[in-house]
T-cell receptor, first 116, second 115 residues
Framework: DAGVIQSPRHEVTEMGQEVTLRCKPI?????LFWYRQTMMRGLELLIY????????DSGMPEDRFSAKMPNASFSTLKIQPSEPRDSAVYFC??????????????FGQGTRLTVV | QQQVKQSPQSLIVQKGGIPIINCAYE??????FPWYQQFPGKGPALLIA?????SEKKEGRFTISFNKSAKQFSLHIMDSQPGDSATYFC??????????????FGTGTLLAVQP
């Protein structure tokens, strides 16, 4: 398996522009997580999905952020409009809820977003 | 109640030393405590994990010690090597019961092992 695949790896955009980050989870996994990593705040969970349904979006910083999971093999995180303080590395992770136990969460390589 | 506190923020040891990273949690509902290792430019990867029904778990040179009554757990790296230099994150979650639950991460420890 290729693991969790994120694109793009790097994104530089101007303030006010829309940014879309993409994630392909591991095939067969039914849970997907979006994290943001900064030096100041560490790894923050933004939102997670179970069977394509958003379960907890309490970590989404504000209405400028939105996430979708139209099917089991694809998710997007959108920022509109983007601001310099959104600059961070965004990680997608997936896992499998299997019976009564979850597998470990596997992380993608991340998207480094810079908003200038 | 959802926080996981991690210390130290950074750590420098000599090759062969035993770095120790500590974490504390508050939510007694947590039942799974993984440690993740992250190299620059990469995503975090699971290193080792423990459930609260045991006090210690070893995998190779990595050991987790768990103190349920104190709600603390720690990572020990025996015979540390320069290749162990990375950022280490502790985490906690509810992993059992059939429901997805979110990983709550500590703030990370940047470890440097000097040759």
């Amino acid at each position: 398996d290729a693991g969790v695949i994120q694109s793009p790896r790097h994104e530089v955009t101007e303030m006010g522009q829309e940014v879309t980050l993409r994630c392909k989870p591991i095939s067969g996994h039914n849970s997907l997580f979006w994290y943001r990593q900064t030096m100041m705040r560490g790894l923050e969970l933004l939102i997670y999905f179970n069977n394509n349904v958003p379960i907890d979006d309490s970590g989404m910083p504000e209405d400028r952020f939105s996430a979708k999971m139209p099917n089991a093999s694809f998710s997007t995180l959108k920022i509109q409009p983007s601001e310099p303080r959104d600059s961070a590395v965004y990680f997608c992770a997936s896992s499998l809820v299997q019976g009564w136990k979850n597998t470990e969460a596997f992380f993608g390589q991340g998207t480094r977003l810079t908003v200038v | 109640q959802q926080q996981v506190k991690q210390s130290p923020q950074s750590l420098i040891v000599q090759k062969g030393g035993i770095p120790i990273i500590n974490c504390a949690y508050e939510n007694t509902a947590f039942d799974y405590f993984p440690w993740y290792q992250q190299f620059p430019g990469k995503g975090p990867a699971l290193l080792i994990a423990i459930r609260p029904d045991v006090s210690e778990k070893k995998e190779g040179r990595f050991t987790i010690s768990f103190n349920k009554s104190a709600k603390q757990f720690s990572l020990h790296i025996m015979d540390s090597q320069p290749g162990d230099s990375a950022t280490y994150f502790c985490a906690a979650t509810r992993n059992y019961g059939g429901a997805t639950n979110k990983l709550i991460f500590g703030t990370g420890t940047l470890l440097a092992v000097q040759p």
